[in-house]
């Protein structure tokens, strides 16, 4: 091919400027693209939309030979490849959605030193066709994107990456680049042992995304709270709903569709060319609202999404951080906003329980689950927290999420958790929230009754409190682990030994009152 004007150019500042039309390096680009330059590995854990392609993009341009990315996000190749030859780069991919003669033709300009990026998928790249090739081939270095998909510890693992430790093995001396979202220390730690990354240097860049508004609610209508969330705040932007179940994407998407807005589902279960649509049309057209499960986002990149709104509880920290993340990419205002309750914890908590895996993966994702609970339930700043949970810290309080603009209240719960846990123990374990709210507030329905329930010392000491405040009891008890789900069952809900010294009077317990306020009082949408 022609000589491209980018071989005259090696110095990095020109290429990000003459070549990607920016003037400045953000946050630490510049000297993760020197440390690569220079020949060193590097992991990269920066948030999405952090800039990440430039810490590969630029030192490919630099480094004679081509670089090559692996990525498991096939269906973007096509766009990044688009994108980079209108800026004049010579890009190409290798996947299985490319023709015959394709292949061919960009199999023969690697080796002809006419490529300055290549993006191969995981699974192609580990074929033998493919690595007698590059081993014939001039190579700037590998960036291995969306590195956590190594990890086992974390949700997107693919078996495929677990082979690129292969890259360090047969191409020792090309440096190479690791990048990801996802930055919690296990997950961290998988990919510096799977990729044999020991040496590398770790650059971990700011998690804060301090223009997203985090805001918790309790889950009471979430169809009327949804509702008068996007009727005052966004009523006509881009957002995504987060909804657990595929049959919930449909109903919530024809829902909001009836109510006027542009709304489209998105989940695995749709076909192919429907997903694709649907996806297009958000990324082009303004005001769509992605009602999706969490198949939809990896790697989209919109970048004036307004709010994700979730109508269930994440799995993790790191899915609700990676979830809201997509929301304010321009660094305007925006706003997570998590709707939550009793029934979501009992469900996750039963759902894992009763996963499939071994204890020890039953007990990561427990411990992950509480630390979401946890992040639900606080009454300090929820930014701190969950900054925290990255290893990343924040000094003040941050004034941008509902627990900073309207600092919930906290009651000495004691007695009402005493009576609670009593209920719950003289009722035999066995029985859901709902059955033990109806005995501490002796009603008198078949179920109480049929059970014997009316009889027991604890029928009726509730009633100075209504259903909704003894649900918010037990929903507390749950998060904090006073209470389990009982997996095999019904949800029925059991002790654990942390509720000895409250049941022995030994220790007091505060609970967080519920807020049911639609909106923030005050909004400050930046620190
Ligand atoms: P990530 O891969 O980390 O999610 P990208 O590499 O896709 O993020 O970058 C996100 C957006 O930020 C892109 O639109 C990109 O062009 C832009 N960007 C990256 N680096 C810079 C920079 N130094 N100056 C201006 N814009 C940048
Ligand atoms: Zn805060």
């Known amino acids: 091919g022609a000589p491209s004007i980018l071989l005259a150019m090696q110095n990095p500042q020109d290429i990000l400027q003459h070549v990607f039309g920016y003037h400045d390096f953000r946050g630490q680009q510049e000297r993760i693209v020197n440390a690569v330059i220079e020949g060193q590995d590097a992991l990269v854990l920066m948030p999405t939309g952090g800039g990440k392609s430039l810490c590969y993009q630029i030192p ?55 490529l300055d990026l ?29 590195a956590h998909c190594v990890a086992q510890w974390g949700h997107d693992f693919r078996a495929d990456y677990l082979r690129l430790d292969l890259l360090h093995n047969e191409f020792p001396q090309v440096p190479r680049i690791a990048l990801t979202a996802t930055a919690d220390m296990r997950t961290r730690e998988e990919i510096i042992e799977r990729l044999q990354l020991e040496e590398a240097r770790q650059f971990i860049v700011g998690f804060d995304r301090p223009n997203i508004q985090y805001r918790v609610q309790q889950k009471d209508n979430p169809r009327r709270q949804l ?31 009836k109510e006027g807005f542009n709304a489209l589902p998105y989940h695995a279960g749709l076909p192919g060319n429907l997903r ?15 009602v999706a499960t969490i198949a939809f986002g990896m790697g989209i990149d919109k970048p004036d999404v307004r709010f994700v709104a979730h109508l269930d509880l994440p799995k993790s920290i790191e899915a609700y951080y990676q979830e809201t993340g997509r929301a304010g990419r321009d660094g305007q205002p925006a706003t997570a906003l998590l709707l939550y309750g009793l ?53 003040e309080p941050c004034g941008n999420c509902d627990t900073c603009l309207t600092p919930p209240q906290t009651w000495d719960a004691t007695e009402a958790v005493q009576k609670a846990l009593s209920c719950v123990y003289r009722t ?25 329930h009316d009889k027991l010392s604890t029928y009726g000491i509730g009633q100075d409190m209504s259903a909704d405040e003894w649900r918010a009891v037990l929903r507390q008890l749950v998060a904090a682990g006073y209470l389990d789900v009982d997996p095999e069952g019904f949800g029925g809900l059991q002790l654990t030994e942390s509720c000895r010294p409250i049941l022995r009077g030994e220790q007091r317990v505060h609970l967080r009152r519920d807020i049911r306020t639609r909106k923030p009082t005050s909004t400050r949408t930046a620190r």
């Open 60 to 114: 490919a341009l630099a480094r004679p030979g081509t670089g090559i990315v692996i990525s498991p996000l096939i269906a973007l190749m096509q766009d990044q490849v688009t994108a980079l030859r209108e800026l004049g780069v010579r890009a190409g991919f290798l996947n299985s959605t490319l023709a015959w003669p394709d292949v061919v033709d960009t199999e023969r300009a690697l080796l002809d030193g006419e």
């Open 118 to 146: 290549l993006y191969i998928a995981p699974e192609r790249l580990i074929q033998p066709r493919t690595l007698d090739l590059l081993h014939q081939a001039n190579i700037a270095l590998f960036a291995i994107d969306e």
């Open 227 to 257: 509702l008068g969330f996007l009727k005052d705040e966004y009523p006509q932007q881009a957002g995504i709903v987060y909804c657990l179940s595929r049959k919930k994407v449909e109903q919530t998407a024809e829902w909001l569709q």
């Open 276 to 290: 694709e649509t649907h996806q297009s049309r958000f990324l082009r057209e303004d005001g769509i609202i992605m």
């Open 343 to 395: 029934e979501d914890v009992v469900k996750l908590r039963q759902m894992m329980g009763a996963s499939e895996g071994n204890d020890q993966f039953k007990r990561q994702e427990q411990q992950r689950l509480s630390a979401m609970l946890g992040l639900c339930e606080v009454t300090s700043c929820r930014r701190q927290i969950l900054l925290r949970y990255f290893g990343d810290t924040l000094d």
């Open 428 to 452: 035999g374990q066995r029985f859901g929230a709902t059955h033990i709210v109806d005995v501490l507030r002796g009603s008198s329905n078949e179920k109480v009754l049929a059970q014997g």
